[in-house]
């Protein structure tokens, strides 16, 4: 289901990867707004069943776990009604699942789109995506994907699925995110690297820029991450465990530069905007993060000087200061050990030099 529903594999910035195009997490704001994805009529003679069991019988794909989520996102509806997982089903009971998108045409549309290939062999390729590029088709991005350039590239490989909504992808990166992604060239591939993924095998770091001092110079958030309950565009840490899926995220401080700090990120889980989240919640959201409250004057001083200068480095790096910088993992075929590092994109870096002369100036 559009983003509470299906999952498969764990992701980098992290972001749970969906089975289906069920999935995302949507950019753009949907003001709340759900509309129906599926519906069923129970049976005259349908014996009473867990609603979660229910509905893991009828829609593909689509793990229990997952069902339980959309229920408690107040997603699954009988007669008209949310309940929770644990309602059980009557006869004629009408369940409905909502999705926070619209309805949309599937048909993956090829595109000749710029790729940058790091590495390509028969079973697979490594891209560099850039900021701006959102991984695949969803709410309010149809086209212009990288699915949507990889269908084009691969337009000439038949073991390449593009009757696949997610064609190749394993793992994902968020759209303002820069940086590695592994993509599969046959099913077979896909399948082997998505194992790797789903059981932490994977090495994964990234670089980010974030508001504030650290007292240490390395460190560890844990926290489960799921839905934000206020505000359906954002995740939340639930440190009770309440909610959510486990995330443990470790950090090293590789740069004090004044009132941000530069740092590199290991994810030992990959949640949806786990680093973003994490940071935020330990009081250090990145720079420049809009939805987590990063493009804010966090830190500082009240100086007219100050204010103008953290403003132009909104301006050089007009989003989320993170760059997915390095990927490991093992070859689908050969069992090789694989990894690639990336450099870090020029507005990240501009950006870190711009802070590194205002650390050394010390003059606003």
Request: charged share 25%; glycine share 8%; proline share 6%.
């Amino acid at each position: 289901m559009k983003d509470v529903l299906t999952e498969s594999v764990d992701d980098p910035d992290g972001f749970d990867f969906p089975d289906e195009d069920l999935a995302d997490l949507p950019e753009e704001d949907t003001n709340g707004a759900l509309y129906e994805k599926y519906r069923f009529l129970a049976d005259p003679g349908q014996t009473l069943l867990r609603v979660d069991r229910f509905l893991v019988d009828r829609i593909q794909h689509v793990s229990r776990n997952r069902i339980q989520d959309a229920a408690e996102a107040g997603c699954v509806l009988v007669n008209g009604q949310t309940v929770r997982s644990n309602y059980r089903v009557k006869p004629k009971d009408e369940v409905v699942v909502m999705v926070t998108s619209p309805p949309y045409d599937t048909t993956l549309i090829p595109e000749e789109l710029p790729l940058d290939i790091v590495f390509e062999d028969d079973e697979l390729l490594v891209v560099n995506k850039p900021a701006g590029m959102v991984v695949h088709p969803g709410h309010g991005n149809f086209t212009g994907t990288l699915v949507n350039g990889l269908a084009w590239y691969f337009k000439n490989n038949p073991a390449f699925p593009t009757d696949d909504p997610r064609p190749g992808l394993v793992h994902r990166i968020d759209k303002n995110t820069s940086g590695l992604l592994v993509i599969a060239k046959n099913p077979a591939s896909k399948a082997n690297l998505g194992w790797q993924f789903f059981h932490k095998t994977t090495e994964r770091r990234y670089i980010a820029l974030a508001w504030g001092q650290f007292d240490h110079d390395k460190g560890t958030v844990e926290g489960n991450i799921g839905r934000n309950p206020r505000d359906r565009q954002q995740m939340a840490v639930f440190p009770d465990g309440s909610s959510g899926k486990p995330a443990v995220t470790h950090y090293s401080v590789l740069e004090r530069l004044g009132y941000v700090t530069l740092l590199e990120c290991r994810l030992e889980t990959g949640r949806t905007h786990q680093i973003r989240v994490h940071m935020k919640y330990i009081g250090h959201p990145l720079f420049n993060d809009e939805r987590y409250g990063g493009n804010e004057i966090l830190k500082g001083t009240t100086f007219a000087k100050y204010t103008q200068f953290v403003r132009n480095c909104f301006d050089i790096c007009p989003r989320q200061a993170l760059h997915a910088k390095t990927l490991g993992f093992k070859h689908p075929v050969t069992g090789e050990s694989l990894f690639f590092d990336s450099d870090i994109p020029e507005d990240m870096q501009r950006l870190i030099e711009k802070w590194r002369n205002y650390v050394s100036s010390r003059t606003l």
